[in-house]
């Protein structure tokens, strides 16, 4: 008999310090290809720090099994290769290239054989990509002359421009207005059906993780304080004391 299919992300007990602070405690979590799943949790509770180690940071423990093979500890750029890509928190834009250069960088940083493309077709590749984060209007502008929710989008292009199977957000939700939020999720629900894309997503926004998320990670000072379907985790009370409770004390 054959048993589940094997997750497409499967971190084992993935530890990480840096000095005397354990900013990752044996951390494991799966994720099954097709699946959003949010990381959550307090400021400092090792949640960029999963990502970074999850991205080429090499980690003091621990395994990352990606599609079956262990990736712990390669270079950034291999695990790019390998179909995983992420967004920052903090945007870093090339300011002086016009935005469609900026994900036609991407395009052919992401691709997995040198010399398979040149400047004219990552550039298509890049337009096309401007319009389905919806940064099509303008593209010859440049990226330093955008808007703050523009920007956050302009990161969302340059990580699926270099087509992951895997696509780890870092808060991408993060200093947006409702309006803008909700144009960021319809954005992510097209980008998902149309690409099949896998969505490892930390998030603040408790709206945005409850509605999208089929599974949620809650950790807390590096280590994992339960898992499971939303309404569960949002039930659980050391979530609510950890992290929850202020949130629903303040409405």
């Not at 270079?75 to 994900?103: K, M, W, Y």
């Given at each position: 008999m054959s048993g589940a299919p094997a997750p497409?992300?499967?971190v084992r007990d993935l530890s990480k310090s840096f000095g005397g602070v354990r900013a990752l405690d044996?951390?494991?979590l799966t994720v099954d290809?097709?699946?959003v799943v949010g990381v959550i949790g307090p400021n400092g509770a090792g949640k960029t720090t999963l990502f970074n180690v999850l991205c080429g940071l090499?980690?003091?423990g621990g395994q990352i099994v990606f599609k079956g093979e262990d990736v712990t500890g390669l270079a950034s750029h291999q695990i790019c290769h390998r179909g995983i890509a992420r967004t920052f928190q903090l945007t870093r834009p090339f300011v002086e290239l016009s935005i469609l250069d900026n994900v036609a960088a991407a395009v052919l940083f992401g691709q997995r054989h040198d010399g398979a493309m040149s400047l004219r077709e990552a550039r298509d590749r890049a337009g096309a990509i401007l319009t389905e984060v919806k940064l099509d209007?303008?593209?010859a502008s440049l990226a330093g002359d955008l808007l703050f929710a523009e920007r956050r989008r302009l990161e969302l292009a340059r990580a699926v421009a270099t087509e992951?199977?895997?696509l780890l957000l870092d808060e991408v939700m993060a200093g947006l207005t409702v309006a803008e939020a909700q144009d960021m999720v319809e954005i992510l629900e097209k980008l998902r059906r149309e690409r099949?894309?896998?969505l490892l997503d930390i998030e603040h926004v408790m709206k945005v993780v409850m509605a999208i998320c089929d599974r949620i990670?809650?950790?807390n000072y590096g280590e994992k304080l339960c898992e499971g379907r939303p309404a569960e985790v949002a039930a659980h009370q050391a979530v609510i004391d950890a992290y929850l409770g202020t949130e629903r004390a303040g409405g």
């Amino acid at each position: 008999m054959s048993g589940a299919p094997a997750p497409l992300l499967d971190v084992r007990d993935l530890s990480k310090s840096f000095g005397g602070v354990r900013a990752l405690d044996r951390v494991s979590l799966t994720v099954d290809r097709g699946e959003v799943v949010g990381v959550i949790g307090p400021n400092g509770a090792g949640k960029t720090t999963l990502f970074n180690v999850l991205c080429g940071l090499a980690p003091n423990g621990g395994q990352i099994v990606f599609k079956g093979e262990d990736v712990t500890g390669l270079a950034s750029h291999q695990i790019c290769h390998r179909g995983i890509a992420r967004t920052f928190q903090l945007t870093r834009p090339f300011v002086e290239l016009s935005i469609l250069d900026n994900v036609a960088a991407a395009v052919l940083f992401g691709q997995r054989h040198d010399g398979a493309m040149s400047l004219r077709e990552a550039r298509d590749r890049a337009g096309a990509i401007l319009t389905e984060v919806k940064l099509d209007r303008r593209p010859a502008s440049l990226a330093g002359d955008l808007l703050f929710a523009e920007r956050r989008r302009l990161e969302l292009a340059r990580a699926v421009a270099t087509e992951p199977e895997l696509l780890l957000l870092d808060e991408v939700m993060a200093g947006l207005t409702v309006a803008e939020a909700q144009d960021m999720v319809e954005i992510l629900e097209k980008l998902r059906r149309e690409r099949q894309l896998t969505l490892l997503d930390i998030e603040h926004v408790m709206k945005v993780v409850m509605a999208i998320c089929d599974r949620i990670v809650v950790l807390n000072y590096g280590e994992k304080l339960c898992e499971g379907r939303p309404a569960e985790v949002a039930a659980h009370q050391a979530v609510i004391d950890a992290y929850l409770g202020t949130e629903r004390a303040g409405g």
